[in-house]
């Protein structure tokens, strides 16, 4: 995708002007997926990082091309819960999932917080460094994917910042609720779903993930069809008034 691309350019240029090294690109899997294919929500992994020998690197390149690996299996085990969740199929059926898995992954999208020099096991101090420094084109890149559902892998707080949302401060963005999410782990950034969850590291059963997921976006479910007519209808409103 052109402006991606476009936009990786400048953030290597960035990162590698800093002394970085191995800078790694994510974003939109499969294209053709994302555009083409999707008659579910989008779904976009806001995550704390990824770790390569190589000094450059798409982490959508393997995704889209090679089946997906532990972590990733996790990921699209979440994926088709979210997306069952608003097809009506409920049942979780682990063999049927795991034929889907690599076709699930296809139709994701990934936004890592930390672009370059990842490590096996993420330091909060490091990632807010990060966030800090990167908020503006991490802001740019979810913009450019548009993604109807965020999921937060552990990365609320640092999702909040690069929205400037955050909490109830009085310079937070009036198009997001996330005072909300502490309560029922799930909130809004303008029409989009944001879902607060655990890392995809995490060890607790596949069944157990797939059924909590699928909760919490029956719970958003309506509140969330009431959030995209409001936010339709304000933007409809502010074009005819320009």
Not at 73 to 90: D, H, L, Y
Not at 116 to 129: A, F, H, N, R, T
């Amino acid at each position: 995708m052109k402006e991606l691309d476009e936009l990786f350019d400048i953030w290597e240029k960035r990162h590698r002007d800093a002394g970085h090294k191995r800078f790694i690109r994510d974003g939109i899997v499969d294209e053709n997926w994302w555009f083409e294919k999707q008659s579910v929500p989008k779904i976009c992994f806001f995550l704390k990082e990824a770790r390569t020998k190589e000094e450059k690197y798409n982490l959508t390149n393997d995704l889209r091309e090679k089946e997906p690996w532990r972590l990733w299996q996790r990921v699209a085990v979440w994926t088709q819960a979210i997306q069952m969740a608003f097809s009506g199929e409920r049942a979780y059926d682990e063999e049927k999932i795991k034929l889907k898995s690599h076709d699930a992954v296809k139709q994701i999208a990934v936004v890592n917080v930390k672009k370059s020099d990842g490590m096996p096991e993420s330091k909060g101090d490091d990632l807010w460094k990060y966030v800090n420094d990167d908020k503006d084109l991490l802001k740019k890149e979810l913009e450019i994917i548009n993604p109807d559902i965020i999921v937060c892998g552990y990365t609320l707080e640092l999702l909040e910042v690069v929205l400037d949302a955050k909490g109830n401060e009085k310079n937070a963005n009036p198009d997001i609720r996330f005072e909300k999410i502490r309560d029922t782990m799930y909130g809004f950034w303008k029409d989009k779903l944001v879902i607060d969850y655990y890392h995809p590291a995490c060890h607790y059963p596949n069944r157990v993930n797939y059924y909590a997921l699928m909760s919490i976006c029956r719970m958003a479910e309506q509140e969330w069809e009431e959030r995209k007519f409001e936010y339709a209808r304000k933007a409809d409103s502010n074009i005819r008034t320009e």
